[in-house]
């Protein structure tokens, strides 16, 4: 089966620019995730999304992110207006079923994002 | 709430050697745990996963896993390490109800040497 699929792969911007973030999950995945990892920590749930959702979003800096999942499927991550401490990788992931223990998570490469 | 501690950013060994890597937890329900292993500039992949049967989880490429409640711990081991195991190591929890997420540890790098 095909994997998540992720773009852009890297992305350099300056702070108060925006960036989107694009996110295709395996067919059939009803949930999909959104994760921010900072240099040298775990991955932190942003969002989470069940079908076109939103489930859990108690981690998202609403004041400058937003998330969407049209039709339950693709999904997109927007940051605006950028700042220095959103340098990370963002990376998407999906699962069959709602709970991370009842199924795996799988996730995408990643967008590497450098704010200037 | 629930949360997961990494003892050691960093572990060196040599090829060949046993490879051993700490993940307590901390829930207040039985948890669902798991290991996932992250190559450079790529996504995690999953290793292994505990889900409240048997204890001793065996898991890709030779590691396994055992969950104590006693320890509240969660070890990763595999008895030969081989040069294609450096990367890093994240251990994770969730608990078995509702739309429970997924938290990560901080991750363990581990190095190895010929």
């Known amino acids: 089966e095909a994997g998540v699929a992720q773009s852009p792969r890297y992305k350099i911007i300056e702070k108060r620019q925006s960036v989107a973030f694009w996110c295709n999950p395996i067919?059939?995945?009803?949930?999909l995730y959104w994760y921010q990892q900072i240099l040298g920590q775990g991955p932190k749930l942003l969002i989470q999304f069940q079908n076109n959702g939103v489930v859990d979003d108690s981690q998202l800096p609403k004041d400058r992110f937003s998330a969407e999942r049209l039709k339950g499927v693709d999904s997109t991550l927007k940051i605006q207006p950028a700042k220095l401490e959103d340098s990370a990788v963002y990376l998407c992931?999906?699962?069959?079923?709602?709970?991370?223990?009842?199924?795996?998570?799988?996730f995408g490469a990643g967008s590497r994002l450098t704010v200037l | 709430a629930q949360s997961v501690t990494q003892l050691g950013s960093h572990v060196s060994v040599s090829e060949g050697a046993l490879v051993l890597l700490r993940c307590n937890y901390s829930?207040?329900?039985?948890?669902?745990l798991f290991w996932y292993v992250q190559y450079p500039n790529q996504g995690l992949q999953l290793l292994l996963k505990y889900t409240s049967a048997a204890t001793l989880v065996k898991g890709i490429n030779g590691f396994e896993a055992e969950f104590k409640k006693s320890e509240t711990s969660f070890h990763l081991t595999k008895p030969s390490a081989h040069m294609s195991d450096a990367a890093e190591y994240f251990c994770?929890?969730?608990?078995?109800?509702?739309?429970?997420?997924?938290?990560f540890g901080k991750g363990t790098m581990l190095l190895v040497s010929p």
């Open positions: 067919s059939g995945h009803a949930t």
């Open positions: 994770a929890v969730s608990q078995n109800s509702g739309y429970s997420t997924l938290t």
């Open positions: 992931a999906s699962s069959l079923a709602r709970s991370p223990g009842a199924n795996v998570l799988t």
């Open positions: 829930s207040s329900v039985p948890p669902y």
